[in-house]
């Protein structure tokens, strides 16, 4: 029994080294237990491309929303690609969160499609506990926090919520940074700069709904035309006051033909 | 150990040659090859693999198939690292016991891939190093497949290749199945008889050209009457 009790004392002596992280340790979130003192985003980078291994993530888009009289257009494309091969021409980049509202990915797919999946059910759970839907700042500031939860780990996340809540058409832009931000208009991914050009230079306020139905396929198609991430088909939606609609599916090829003349 | 490479053209030892310091790191990935294909038909589908186990320039095994039963509506097909192939069918299988359990039935297609989802996703900092796909029947009896990348980025398909090979394969389903770059040609939907001939033809041109594919090719075919397989001879150099 003493035996026991020495050999006890003799381990709970033992000093240990005080711990010293080289960066601050990422803020755990309530629950769980993790402890990133060293950088995961750089030890993913370090197991790519060596002996052969090659971990390539899909990756890339071009992705735009803007707000009009007649409510809030969304376009996206539909390319995504893992590292220089196209893993998907039919990739699937609108989240549809509930009949009023919509949630765009562009970033990392597997990114994108877990935490706007997640975000469908927090808003499914705050209107059976609330017992009305959730409004689009409330939507997007819980994607926001999420993304704060994991700042500097390496996600990859540009997404727009948009949505028609009580206080009209709602647009805000999410990204990995915690970055949230209402506006009027919003382009994301890498083919961006293309659809701004496009958009800024033909948008009114007060656009046709078939205008504005244009002004997207234009936006998206002129994009993918230039940026090699960017491709496949226009993903066309209208958020108006009583739910959104799927507008159309359009071949980006067949849009750039119709284009051409004013092309080159 | 003294190579020929050690000794110049006059017999006598060449110069020791110091290129500076090398750092060595342990990698917990390695590459063990192999090639994945599933195809969704009307009321079928179909998961292919072939059956070559590599690292490096050598072969460890000429039958170690990448395709697992999951139901008996849904069959996976997992190639990258082996090491991760096992754990996460491990992994997988405890789940669907769990669900069989708690849920008093069989997990169908569609649950089983947003499961594998939330399971790739789970190691998102440390990923599982294996490109899936799932092939099976949804609830409504049609074929589907699932493609995932490692961290489970995941999309419903009519059909996918996956693994060492499967950017010489995807390209020529496009055109077979897809009709894709063609013209004039009637887009007649693909019966069993002739997708399982298309796989057999597309493994065998793989084997041609991947030097990780090769030995023998499994075809599990998936429909209503349960899961048949087939094993069918490849190139084995």
Not at chain 1, 41 to 56: A, H, N
Not at chain 1, 174 to 191: A, I, Q
Not at chain 2, 12 to 23: A, D
């Amino acid at each position: 029994m003493t035996l026991l009790s020495l050999s006890v004392s003799q381990v709970t002596t033992y000093a240990t080294p005080p711990l010293e992280p080289s960066r601050p340790i990422a803020r755990v979130r309530a629950g769980e237990r993790r402890d990133y003192s060293s950088h995961p985003s750089k030890f993913l980078k370090s197991c790519s491309c060596e002996d052969g291994v090659c971990i390539d993530l899909n990756h890339g888009t071009t992705t735009l929303a803007f707000k009009f009289r007649h409510g809030v257009i969304v376009a996206v494309d539909s390319r995504a690609s893992a590292g220089k091969y196209i893993a998907s021409k039919e990739a699937n980049k609108v989240i549809e969160i509930n009949p009023y509202l919509l949630g765009t990915m562009s970033g990392s797919a597997a990114d994108c499609q877990y935490w706007e999946r997640l975000l469908a059910k927090e808003c499914r759970l705050y209107k059976l506990r609330n017992k009305q839907r959730i409004s689009v700042s409330a939507a997007s500031k819980l994607l926001s926090n999420m993304m704060l939860g994991y700042r500097g780990m390496g996600l990859s996340m540009g997404s727009m919520i948009c949505g028609w809540d009580k206080q009209g058409p709602g647009l805000y832009y999410v990204d990995d940074n915690g970055t949230r931000l209402s506006g009027r208009m919003f382009s994301t991914g890498c083919g961006n700069s293309y659809a701004y050009g496009v958009v800024d230079s033909g948008y009114r306020e007060d656009m046709t709904v078939e205008e504005a139905y244009e002004l997207g396929r234009r936006g998206i198609a002129h994009a993918t035309h230039r940026d090699a991430y960017s491709g496949g088909v226009v993903n066309l939606y209208h958020m108006q006051e009583d739910g959104w609609i799927k507008v159309c599916k359009e071949d980006v090829s067949e849009l750039i033909h119709r284009y051409k003349k004013g092309m080159f | 150990m003294i190579s020929a490479q050690a000794y110049g053209e006059n017999g006598k030892m060449k110069e020791y040659h110091y290129t500076g310091p090398v750092e060595h790191k342990f990698s917990p990935y390695a590459f063990n090859g192999g090639t994945v294909l599933a195809v969704a038909g009307e009321d079928f589908a179909i998961v292919a693999s072939d059956t070559r186990l590599s690292e490096g320039y050598s072969i460890h095994s000429r039958d170690s198939p990448k395709c697992y039963k999951l139901t008996d509506t849904t069959v996976l097909g997992c190639s990258g690292f082996h090491g991760d192939c096992l754990t996460l069918t491990k992994i997988i299988e405890a789940r669907l016991k769990m669900y069989k359990h708690s849920n008093n039935k069989s997990m169908t297609s569609g649950a089983i891939a947003a499961m594998l989802s939330t399971i790739l996703y789970g190691r998102r900092f440390f990923p599982y190093y294996v490109y899936n796909i799932i092939g099976g029947l949804d609830e409504e009896g049609r074929g589907a497949v699932y493609s995932f990348d490692p961290v489970g980025s995941y999309q419903r398909d009519t059909y996918k290749a996956g693994g060492s090979a499967s950017a010489m394969l995807q390209p020529l389903l496009d055109n077979q199945i897809g009709f894709k770059n063609m013209e004039n040609v009637e887009h007649v939907p693909l019966t069993q008889e002739k997708a399982v001939q298309l796989v057999k033809d597309v493994f065998i041109s793989a084997a041609e050209r991947d030097v990780y594919t090769g030995d023998a090719l499994k075809v599990c075919i998936v429909s209503k009457e349960g899961i048949k397989e087939e094993i069918v001879p490849l190139r084995k150099d």
